[in-house]
């Protein structure tokens, strides 16, 4: 069996993110790494929306990103530490809208390993050098320059290895223009490793070390180093020369120090605290992540804590030493990964998990009544200065970036009956948990909506000249009648725009520089800018059945199928071409494409027939009317549409290709290319797309055309980034649209749904998924969904965490504390301050919540309905009471016949490490009230913690720690009846198929284990060679099994052919089971049959259909919110062409910061029989000749593996 695996949903989690003037231009960028992926964003200035210019997939863990400018440049590089052993130095190509890469060199071995450098990278402030350093030992200095032509030099590297020696961190220290200087953060384990009684590792002092590079004997030499009091996590460089003091700001756990060289004393602050804070007062406080901003007269830093709250750090300078540090409480924002200050006043934070946002800062802060905290106020060592969080008051929420990550469970199902399953996924940590419902779809913006007298047919927007940004009216056609409505501050109906209401309208478009169109079935109104008419009336009794129009030419069908054609001349006027042509056939639409820049006409005319055929026609002036092809159709075309598409957004390179698109009348969306020179059509594509005839229309979208198709669901055709995208929009069915543009709304669509005029923006352009929101109160484990009723059973599970009630007591011990301390006089004061500590309530979501300690849970059972987005009971457990598991199943022997149990595994004062616990319980419950609410039966007690459970005819199977049981209905509790103990480690899933279930270990792979109704004994016949830590695990078939691992891998396994599941647990017939060891396992050994590296950690696998009619997929999604599929290759003529393809890609396009594509989708065990379609699809993303290179290579055409890409991905899915 061959695989092909696809990305459906890249991940949305941000590691790192940088900012810099990467396109060369005023305007500051943000590149960001999502682990495996590199991407660029602009952040729009005047709407405040992030918008993603480019994305692009590595191959490789991306460890870390730096800016890099030389000095006097005005662009700035990117310089990549990554997996590849290489340090690689990336250019941002505005006009190709790709990444270049400039310089690539390599230093050491592939892999994140602790000695090979690329975890950490620092640059000289003035653009001289670039330090990249390991984890321990090495760290490698490169010398930046320009050669004559001024492109990028790079040097040979410089070492400045010790070995025995931790790094923390780095950092460039600007020291101006003298020698470039590094420091670092360091810890020298080489006495404590030979120290047996482990004294010295206690003893072990954290130094910071600088390096300098002395560019006159170009090497590196460790300048200076001294001793740490505090354990430090973080440096921050300090601007120097003439902006600044320099030296290196170093923070550490409580506290944060100024050093730098000379006579400068250290200057040491402590990190403020919340006042009144339910945490536990001997945890330290960290900074988890800095951001700095200089302009030419000032600087400061943002530093955020790991609650959440942000600081402002300045530093009081007395002749170039620094005399105190200042802090003050900025404002509180979700705990981040990583976050940015541009120039222009954003704040972008990369959220550690949940949605990123985009914040404006409104103030910095100086001149409000928040207390500032100095290293100058007197304070005993161990004591801190105490703040009040609160609401934002400097920083303004204006974007959000949805994200998934971490995706932590997932079912698809169509619950809400649409055809199309949903995904239901539990996302994100703690407080800030929600679960999303994904649909396949653009999200629309409703902009405005209002109702129309009557049943409109159509609607157009028009401009009265080509120089006028904006429309001019919106224009709405009735069964008799013809609406104008005016764009202004409102839209408001006019009678004076030479528009003739008394009629149906066919068509209304702005015609030459200046003039209006409109066709109506007796003739057509040509409107002038100084408000003359010009009208052609039909002639006999004929009248106009189809039209179409561009800027400079009319054509129209009369009853009969004439076709009569209209061109405009140089004065403005309309004329007619002397002859006129007959069909032979009645004309059911027309299509003309635009005129192309610097042309008088356009060539073409596509008419489609009610002979289910669609012919070009010439319009050229040497042989007008003649026809040129003909495209014979499956049923009646509908409509048509012709658009140059495949343009880059920002007048890119490429070039553009014209398509006709045509509407079937059975629902069919058809593609076809169409030859600028002869009219020839060629590599046909078509989608189904729902019930009702396609209609089409053509509407700008981000500046470029696009094509809206409208059948019983709405999609849009268009081309982003480098690639074709046809999606469909999550809207109510539309009848009619135009492209909109006012100024309110620069790139919208009108359109008509019933009798109502909608207004519409469409913004997430690439987004495969639009998604609903529910807030969740805990980390979410595990859900299950009732069938019957459609509601969803969800347990949340949160480690160090209070429960509602301990948090009250907690609360209150404290107010107590509060009143206690105080003295007599300050007892009233006291009193009032403890009342306002009890009644304020800070969103948690928000400002995190309290950290209880190690082994304190908090854990609850939430019944929602999906659909109605509401939660319709929440039990609550106690303190210290966690769940992991929960199914839904039926008992055989249930008092009453048919009744739906639902089981909770929980466990009590579980601890992690060690993993211990008091023991757990398995609570039953009855689902009542048309699974509304539950009731508990009994609960049951068992000796360690139920990780996994699951229906097996009519019992429960139970993983209780490593033990498989099953369970069966009694009346106190459930009753054992089964057991086998020969799991080594810990079971983590459970799944059954007939007779066989598959139970997962977390450290060695999985097991096949049969039951034996007769002996009632559960006997393990099959497991893996290879030790798997299986997060995820799924049946195939009754022979074949999928296992996801926590680091990465997918592997399909496979009973071998002449196995048996009748094998004997114990051939010597004394029945002493559980005598036998477990060194050799089972007697029969899985077959590897697919292995492949995915490279994210995998929390969902489960065969789904993603599209209606579609084949099965193998889904999964992962920690960092990737969703992705494997399917299987149906003939081997497909699997030789995408193996070939796979190899040339290799080689042509190989990964951006190199590493091997091979050695990564190999990293743990070697890639086998599947085939990266995510390489594959970088083929159309090649330049034009290297993709007919390629195709040679394939004995096809360029336009025939493109085909081929497209089909394997929407046979399947979108």
């Given at each position: ?14 590691y ?155 950092c ?26 482990g ?21 590196v ?20 020369g ?26 040491r602050c ?15 406080m ?29 530093l009081?300078v ?31 934070l ?26 100058a ?96 009216y919106?224009?709405v ?12 501050e ?63 030419q ?265 009143v206690?301390t ?46 109605k ?7 609550k ?14 008992f ?22 060690p993993?211990?616990?008091s ?6 419950y ?66 059954c ?47 074949t ?11 399909v ?59 099965e ?54 890639v ?9 699809e ?37």
């Amino acid at each position: 069996m061959f695989l092909y695996h696809l990305t459906l949903q890249r991940a949305s989690s941000i590691y790192t993110c940088i900012h810099g003037n990467f396109a060369g231009t005023k305007q500051q960028e943000v590149v960001v790494s999502r682990g495996k992926i590199l991407e660029i964003l602009r952040i729009d200035q005047n709407t405040g929306k992030v918008i993603q210019l480019f994305s692009t997939e590595v191959f490789g863990t991306i460890r870390s990103l730096i800016p890099f400018r030389l000095t006097g440049g005005s662009k700035d590089y990117i310089v990549v530490g990554s997996d590849s052993g290489k340090i690689t130095i990336l250019e941002y190509n505005p006009q190709k809208n790709i990444f270049d890469r400039v310089h690539m060199e390599t230093f050491g071995k592939s892999g994140c390993r602790r000695i090979v450098p690329g975890q950490y990278l620092a640059v000289d402030p003035k653009g001289r050098a670039v330090m990249i350093a390991a984890i321990e030992k090495q760290k490698l200095v490169y010398i930046m320059n320009r050669d004559d032509q001024a492109r990028l030099t790079i040097s040979s590297p410089l070492e400045a290895h010790k070995a025995n020696t931790i790094v923390f961190d780095c950092c460039g220290v600007d020291v101006g223009f003298e020698n470039p200087t590094f420091a670092c953060l360091e810890l020298d384990y080489e006495e404590a490793d030979g120290d047996p009684t482990g004294e010295a590792a206690q003893m072990a002092q954290q130094t910071l070390t600088y390096y300098e590079l002395d560019l006159g004997l170009n090497h590196v030499v460790r300048k200076y180093s001294e001793p740490l009091e505090d354990h430090a996590n973080m440096l921050i460089s300090v601007p120097g020369g003439n902006e600044g003091p320099s030296g290196v700001l170093i923070c550490s756990e409580n506290y944060i120090t100024y050093k730098n060289f000379g006579d400068q004393p250290d200057i040491r602050c402590p990190i403020p605290r919340r006042r009144n804070d339910l945490d536990d007062h001997e945890r330290g406080m960290l900074f988890v992540c800095t951001a700095t901003h200089k302009t030419k007269s000032m600087f400061f830093f943002l530093a955020q804590t790991e609650q959440g709250d942000v600081f402002k750090i300045t530093l009081e300078v007395d002749e170039d030493s620094v005399t105190e540090i200042k802090l003050k409480y900025f404002d509180t924002a979700p705990v981040c990964s990583s976050f940015v200050v541009l120039k222009t006043g954003f704040l972008f934070l990369a959220s550690e998990f949940g949605n990123h946002y985009l914040y404006q800062i409104a103030h910095l802060g100086e001149d409000d009544d928040e207390p500032e905290f100095s290293s100058a106020m007197p304070l005993d060592e161990g004591e801190t200065f105490f703040f009040q969080p609160r609401p934002l008051k400097n920083l303004v929420l204006v974007d959000e970036m949805e994200s998934l990550a971490p995706i932590l469970h997932c079912n698809i199902t169509d619950l809400a009956n649409e055809d199309t399953p949903q995904l239901y996924s539990v996302c994100g940590r703690g407080p800030r948990s929600t679960l999303r419902v994904l649909r396949h779809g653009l999200e629309v913006s409703e902009m405005a909506v209002s109702d129309l007298p009557g049943s409109p047919n159509a609607v157009w927007t028009v401009r009265k000249s080509i120089h006028e940004e904006y429309d001019s009216y919106i224009i709405v056609s009735f069964v008799n009648a013809t609406l104008v409505l005016s764009i202004g501050e409102t839209v408001e109906e006019v009678t004076d725009s030479g528009f003739l209401g008394t009629t149906p309208t066919l068509s209304c478009s702005s015609i030459g520089n200046d003039a209006l169109l409109q066709i109506y079935p007796d003739g057509i109104r040509h409107i002038r800018s100084d408000r003359r008419i010009n009208e052609w009336k039909t002639p006999g009794k004929k009248y106009i059945v189809k039209c179409a129009v561009n800027q400079r030419q009319v054509v129209i069908a009369l009853t009969g199928g004439e076709l009569v054609y209209f061109e405009m001349d140089q004065t403005g006027q309309l004329n007619e071409y002397t002859e006129r042509k007959d069909m032979n056939s009645e004309v059911i639409c027309m299509a003309l494409p635009r005129v192309p820049p610097g042309e008088q006409r356009a060539r073409f005319l596509a008419v489609g027939l009610a002979d289910e055929t669609v012919r070009i026609i010439s319009l050229d002036t040497s042989d007008c009317l003649s026809p040129l092809s003909t495209q014979a159709l499956p049923a009646r075309p509908e409509s048509l549409c012709i658009v140059e598409m495949g343009q880059q957004e920002e007048g890119g390179t490429n070039s553009s290709t014209m398509f006709l698109n045509i509407g079937l009348s059975i629902g069919v969306l058809t593609r076809t290319v169409m030859d600028t020179v002869t009219g020839e059509l060629s590599d046909t594509r078509t989608r189904y797309l729902g019930t009702r005839a396609v209609k089409l229309f053509r509407i700008p979208v981000h500046g470029v055309d696009a094509v809206l198709a409208i059948s019983s669901r709405t999609w849009l055709s268009y081309f982003y980034q480098s690639r074709f995208h046809l999606s469909p929009l999550s809207y109510d069915t539309l009848e009619y649209a135009c492209g909109f543009s006012s100024e309110q709304c620069t790139q919208g669509v009108v359109a008509i749904s019933t009798n109502t005029l909608r207004i519409l923006a469409l913004e997430k352009l690439g987004a495969v998924f639009n998604q609903v929101t529910m807030p969740l109160k805990y980390t979410p484990r595990k859900f299950v969904i009732d069938e019957e009723s459609s509601n969803m059973i969800l347990i949340e599970t949160d480690h160090n965490t209070f429960t509602e009630n301990s948090k009250n007591q907690r609360k209150q011990q404290i107010a107590e504390e509060m009143v206690e301390t105080a003295d007599d006089e300050s007892k009233m004061e006291a009193a009032k301050l403890a009342e306002q500590f009890l009644s304020e309530d800070l969103p948690e979501e928000i400002f995190s919540s309290p950290k209880a300690g190690n082994g304190m849970w908090a854990s609850q059972i939430r019944i929602l309905s999906p659909i109605k987005q509401e939660t319709l009971e929440i039990i609550k457990f106690e303190q210290n009471e966690a769940a992991f598991s929960v199914c839904i199943c039926q008992f055989n022997n249930s008092p009453v016949p048919g009744l739906t149990y639902v089981v909770i595994g929980t466990s009590r004062d579980l601890s992690l490490a060690p993993r211990q616990c008091s023991g757990g319980f398995l609570y039953t419950y009855r689902l009542v009230d048309d699974g509304s609410h539950m009731e508990l039966v009994h609960k049951t007690p068992v000796d360690d913690v139920p990780t996994a459970l699951c229906p097996f005819q009519g019992r429960l199977l139970v993983g209780v720690g490593k033990l498989l049981r099953i369970y069966d209905l009694g009346k106190k509790k459930l009753l054992r009846k089964c057991e086998n103990k020969h799991i080594p480690n810990l079971i983590v899933g459970i799944k059954c198929s007939g007779n066989r279930i598959l139970a997962s270990d977390n450290q060695e792979s999985i097991h096949f284990v049969k039951y034996k109704a007769g002996e009632n004994s559960l006997v393990a016949f099959a497991d893996d060679t290879f030790p798997r830590w299986v997060t995820q695990a799924t049946m195939l078939d009754y022979y074949t099994a999928a296992v996801g691992d926590k680091f990465g891998n997918l592997a399909v396994l496979r009973l071998p052919q002449d196995s048996k599941d009748n094998v004997e647990d114990d051939p010597t017939g004394n029945k002493a089971i559980w005598d036998r060891g477990l060194l050799n396992g089972a007697s029969q050994k899985l077959d590897m049959i697919n292995m492949f590296h995915i490279g994210e950690s995998l929390t969902y696998l489960e065969l789904a259909t993603l599209i209606p009619g579609g084949n099965e997929a193998l889904v999964y999604t992962t920690l960092s919110g990737t969703i992705g599929m494997f399917v299987p290759f149906t003939s081997r003529e497909d699997i030789d062409f995408f193996q070939h393809l796979e190899m040339h890609m290799r080689n042509e396009a190989p990964p951006l910061c190199g590493r091997d594509h091979l050695s990564y989708r190999s990293s743990y065990i070697p890639v086998k029989a599947t085939i990266d379609g995510d390489l594959c699809e970088q083929y159309n993303s090649l330049e034009p000749s290297k993709r007919k290179a390629i195709a040679d290579e394939l004995d096809r055409s360029p336009s025939e593996v493109s085909k081929k890409l497209e089909d394997m991905r929407t046979t399947y899915a979108f």
